[in-house]
T-cell receptor, first 115, second 112 residues
């Protein structure tokens, strides 16, 4: 049984560069969530998908952030023109759709450091 | 908008002592409430959840939580803490069955 996997686990980039994170959810889960976590804070909601449909985006997301889930399986989160304030842990979680009890299954996160 | 407050940023308890972590939420409807634990280098793991029914819920690793609607609270408890319980604990409120809003967490240190 594989859980939620995220890649890469750690990314160091220079300001202004683009970065992309990948998330593979638990296979039977049709909901997928992205959260951002900074030091000393709890996860902040970014966006979520049901299958391939993006249902909600947070106001935290600027137009530099985009997320896709093209076939309703894995998802990517891209940050364009990175800024130092984007340094954070990016968390992916998945959950069941039908029969969902609200429980989120999290990956270990992708840590972004912007120099 | 829903929100979660965890008043205690850091708590230290001795091994074998009891533990209570506080959580207060703000949500207009009947809340879905969760406690997650995050150990260093690991993803968040669900400890327990409340949707309806019995206001005292049992979770994994010997944890329990009590929902008190009148106080908008969902405090986490454990009667006897083990050194392996040292971690960060997050309370969350679910907006129906869509996204969850998390508190800023409480870091638990366990003294030998």
């Amino acid at each position: 049984d594989t859980g939620v996997s995220q890649d890469p686990r750690h990314k160091i980039t220079k300001r202004g560069q683009n970065v992309t994170f990948r998330c593979d959810p638990i296979s039977e889960h049709n909901r997928l969530y992205w959260y951002r976590q900074t030091l000393g804070q709890g996860p902040e909601f970014l966006t979520y998908f049901q299958n391939e449909a993006q249902l909600e985006k947070s106001r935290l997301l600027s137009d530099r952030f985009s997320a896709e889930r093209p076939k309703g399986s894995f998802s990517t989160l891209e940050i364009q023109r990175t800024e130092q304030g984007d340094s954070a842990m990016y968390l992916c979680a998945s959950s069941l759709g039908l029969g969902n009890t609200g429980e989120l299954f999290f990956g270990e996160g992708s840590r972004l450091t912007v120099l | 908008a829903q929100s979660v407050t965890q008043p205690d940023i850091h708590i230290t308890v001795s091994e074998g002592a009891s533990l209570e972590l506080r959580c207060n939420y703000s949500y207009g409807a009947t809340p879905y409430l969760f406690w997650y634990v995050q150990s260093p280098g690991q993803g968040l793991q669900l400890l327990l959840k409340y949707f309806s029914g019995d206001t005292l819920v049992q979770g994994i690793k010997g944890f329990e939580a009590e929902f008190k609607r009148s106080q908008s609270s969902f405090n986490l408890r454990k009667p006897s803490v083990h050194w392996s319980d040292a971690a960060e604990y997050f309370c969350a409120v679910g907006e129906g069955l869509s996204k969850s809003t998390f508190g800023d967490g409480t870091t638990l240190t366990v003294k030998p």
